[in-house]
């Protein structure tokens, strides 16, 4: 017996050609996580599914088929973000990246999702660099939290003992932050101060130098959890 | 049902075409071996012969057997403006307008990380060095308003947007002709409301 789901929330987040008229369509879904549905007929002028084609949309949609390939009923727009500008755009392609390469299918992961939101949302209005970036750092930080690889930004992996603005500790994407290890004179782009770290854990990416800092660790963090998997788009565009 | 290998293998391989089933292909061949031989014929000859001599345009890229096509041979067309496109079918669609005098450039796709497609899949730099050796005046990114097709257009446009003699443009988007208001998607209407032009200019 078939089974429907009405009335989800949902992001496209990756589509590709399926037969003449039909697309294969990758959503992250509020409730259901990642699903691939098929979207028949879609390309023909009068498809009642079109709304899947405007890119950066909150979708709502109606799906039906108990495999794996869901079928698409029906989609509308709850509301259009609109980003066009490179930055906009290149963090949009990242981010569905991350999702992709991150979340294992039908895993709903319903904060994700509604930071996921927010994010588009406050990059409407962000065009700036270092606005960017935070929002993207931020982002990352939930994503590793609910994924069950959270970075302890407040406390010293070994000793437990709370971050000194004015110490510098060495980060273990396995353990955490450490003071005194033995690596800090082999890996020295892992060294950060305890200022720039402590910032992180507040959100304040107002400085560059906490920026830099919470980008170095948070892509030592995501590579290793990435395992053998790459993010393509560092090699497109960097 | 299986009849014979021969049947059935050219039955399996007209299932490689986009929309076509086993129960399409079925009637396919047995319209072929049944009511015309002959057409038969010429469809594997071209077939094959397309297969062995057509490549891709050396300029622009769309499907051709000799060096240049015929819209890149032709001397009535503008060289100064160059449309870029992701497919050969949009070469097709804009040709089909009647209204575009100039000359093309097929990418072939668009960016894609995670189809990990880049700048290299594209031909880009082939693309930048054309605009440059024929002192390209305008340059139309005509890709698809995708994510992927936007993104292609904002690489291309980072790349040449330093050349004083170039000027870069977009397709406009916007309500279809004859589309009735109510009718438009809410992505559409929200493009065509943030494109609109000045009626006093
Ligand atoms: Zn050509």
Do not use: W
């Not at chain 2, 307008?97 to 990990?116: E, W, Y």
């Amino acid at each position: 017996m078939n089974k429907n789901f009405n009335s989800l929330l949902a992001f496209v987040l990756h589509f590709r050609a399926y037969k003449e008229t039909s697309l294969l369509v990758d959503f992250f879904t509020r409730d259901l996580g990642r699903i691939t549905t098929v979207a028949k007929g879609v390309k023909r002028p009068k498809s009642i599914l079109k709304p899947v084609l405007v890119p950066t949309s909150l979708l709502n949609i109606d799906i039906s088929g108990k495999r794996e390939l869901k079928t698409l009923k029906k989609s509308e727009i709850v509301s259009h973000f609109s980003l066009s500008s490179n930055s906009q755009i290149n963090s949009i392609l990242y981010l569905n990246e991350l999702l992709i390469k991150f979340i294992e299918k039908e895993d709903p992961h319903p904060l994700i999702f509604d930071r996921y939101t927010e994010v588009l949302s406050s990059l409407e209005n962000k065009i700036k660099t270092g606005e960017v970036e935070a929002e993207l750092r931020s982002f990352e930080l939930l994503l590793l939290e609910e994924l069950g690889y959270g970075i302890d930004l407040y406390l010293e992996a070994n000793t437990g003992k709370k971050i000194q603005e004015s110490s510098t500790y060495f980060f273990d994407p396995m353990k955490g932050f450490l003071i005194n290890s033995i690596n800090e004179i082999t890996k020295k782009d892992l060294l950060f101060s305890g200022q720039d770290i402590l910032n992180i854990a507040k959100g304040d990416f107002s400085s560059d130098k906490t920026r830099v800092a919470s980008k170095r660790i948070l892509r030592a963090a995501l590579d290793t959890h990435l395992g053998k998997k790459d993010l393509n788009i560092r090699k497109f565009f960097s | 049902m299986k009849i014979s290998p021969l049947v059935d293998h050219l039955i399996e391989s007209f299932q490689c075409l986009p929309g076509v089933g086993p129960k399409s292909a079925q009637r396919m061949v047995f319209y072929l071996l049944e009511r015309d031989r002959e057409a038969g014929e010429i469809l594997s000859d071209s077939l094959k012969n397309a297969l062995n001599q057509v490549s891709k345009c050396n300029r622009c890229r769309v499907f051709t057997e000799s060096d240049l096509c015929n819209i890149c041979e032709s001397s009535k067309r503008d060289s100064y403006t160059l449309c870029v496109v992701e497919s050969v079918a949009d070469v097709f669609a804009i040709e089909h307008s009647n209204h575009f005098s100039g000359r093309d450039f097929v990418l072939h796709g668009h960016l894609s990380p995670i189809d990990n497609i880049g700048p290299e899949q594209l031909a880009l730099k082939k693309l930048f060095e054309l605009v440059r050796s024929e002192q390209t005046t305008e340059l139309i990114l005509a890709t698809n308003s995708t994510l992927e097709g936007e993104a292609t257009s904002n690489y291309i446009f980072e790349s040449l947007k330093d050349i004083d003699t170039l000027k870069i443009t977009k397709l406009a988007l916007g309500v279809p002709l004859g589309g009735e208001l109510e009718y438009v998607d809410g992505g559409t209407l929200m493009h065509a409301l943030s494109g609109r032009v000045n009626l006093k200019r």
